[in-house]
């Protein structure tokens, strides 16, 4: 990873005529599938994966190292989310494992009693090593017997996730129920796309209205005679969508296509009501802002329960634009690198729009700007990567923005600052 200035000044200076041609990007490969990647395969039973094939930031560095590592001693996750979740059922999977997994104090902090309850209820070792219900964890790892688990659906999908690509490895396989209505659906459908992939189906039972059940396994991944083709990052796109709407210039994005895996490739429909439309070109996308394209210029309303990852670059386009909004479906916010929820209405603020938190998953804004707090706001980001980079483009309303802490990005796309300095920004590092 390239070393980073900890704050950035972000300055934007508009030049209407170089919007004619098209500004080129390339977004990083999905995060979301190289990290299920790298699991499968580890259970298939081969080596880590050359790097070259998965996302170079620092959550798949993560999930690499520890893969590659052996199955004793103490491996530190950092912030990485998906890789704590993973690897917590990785391990417990697979026998002789001594495993001590821990992670920043931010991930000490980050519930995960419900994997380890459904872990511990198929016949899992796991030991909490301070705090009950959450990291460190001690992990001894058997071969685990499988069997009937419920999950309330309402909580991250990472659980689930996490569960049903260990199935193939117990004895009796995994049925899975989950209880009410499930958040983040599209990361599920990647995870059984991609376990099918290394031919392992599945039983999929969802009535409408009533619990999903899911049954998979046992049986033995196989290697694909080819090697699996990572798709690029579709929420580190919306990043570019978001710029186009706010300053009016047209991008060129390579490495995604009209068929993706990635739930958030609904954000094609999301921007084209902003404003934003889309063309795809073969192995890229071609993005044009019309802010004269969009027919309806009222409050804009959207449930975000199956792409909670745009929510950020989302809100903070809307409050560029002007436009109100209320947005919900926003409950696993809470529990990400920080409280999303929290953390938007505060740096929001900073920048004179009083966003209100609605309940504890919806954000509403009635279009009142009060203005920055000062000429020069600067902009928190609580450790996390999305903070920075949807709220970073906001500089193009603004002027200038000081984004504290704007190495976070390597955490999912270590050339962010670079490539948004092709668009009229200027990134001015500050020690």
């Not at 919306?238 to 210039?249: N, V």
Request: charged share 20%.
């Amino acid at each position: 990873m390239q070393t980073r200035p900890m704050n950035v000044l972000v300055t934007y200076s508009p030049d209407h005529a170089t919007r004619v041609s098209p500004t080129e990007v390339t977004v990083p490969l999905s995060k979301s599938i190289s990290n299920r990647l790298s699991i499968i395969n580890a259970l298939a039973g081969n080596r880590v994966l050359p790097q070259r094939l998965l996302a170079v930031c620092d959550d798949t560095e993560v999930m690499r190292r520890a893969l590659m590592s052996g199955n004793s001693g103490r491996i530190d996750v950092g912030a990485a989310g998906t890789a704590m979740r993973f690897l917590t059922a990785y391990y417990a999977a697979t026998p002789g494992c001594d495993i001590t997994l821990d992670g920043s104090e931010r991930m000490r902090r980050r519930p995960i009693s419900i994997l380890v309850d459904a872990l511990r209820l198929i016949g899992a070792h796991i030991d909490y090593l301070r705090e009950p219900g959450y990291p460190p964890l001690h992990i001894r790892g058997r071969r685990l017997e499988g069997g009937s688990i419920e999950l309330d659906a309402g909580v991250s999908s990472q659980y689930t996730s996490a569960l049903l690509m260990i199935a193939p490895a117990t004895t009796l396989g995994i049925e899975l129920t989950l209880k009410g209505r499930p958040v983040s659906v599209p990361y599920i459908m990647m995870t059984l796309a991609m376990m099918e992939a290394y031919g392992i189906g599945h039983l999929d039972t969802r009535p409408d209205n009533l619990d999903w059940a899911i049954k998979a396994g046992p049986g033995m991944y196989r290697t694909p005679s080819a090697p699996y083709k990572v798709e690029g990052d579709w929420s580190a796109a919306s990043y570019w969508y978001e710029t186009a709407a706010l300053t009016g210039r047209s991008f060129v994005i390579d490495n995604l296509s009209d068929i993706s895996l990635q739930g958030d490739s609904r954000l094609t429909d999301i921007f084209g009501r902003l404003g934003v439309r889309t063309a795809f070109e073969g192995n890229r996308v071609v993005i044009t802002p019309d802010q004269a394209d969009v027919a309806d210029t009222g409050e804009f309303k959207l449930n975000m329960v199956d792409t909670p990852d745009l929510a950020q670059t989302v809100i903070a386009t809307c409050c560029g634009l002007g436009r109100p909004f209320t947005i919900d479906g926003l409950s696993t916010l809470r529990i990400k690198e920080t409280d999303r929820i929290d953390a938007l209405r505060r740096e929001l603020g900073r920048l004179g729009y009083p966003v209100e938190i609605i309940g504890d998953d919806t954000m509403h804004w009635d279009g009142r700007h009060t203005g920055p707090d000062t000429d020069t706001p600067a902009i928190k980001t609580y450790n996390d990567h999305r903070m920075a980079m949807s709220l970073a483009p906001l500089a193009a309303r603004h002027g200038r923005l000081l984004i504290q802490d704007a190495d976070v990005v390597s955490k999912s796309y270590p050339d962010y600052w670079q490539q948004l300095s092709r668009a009229n920004f200027t990134i001015t590092g500050r020690p």
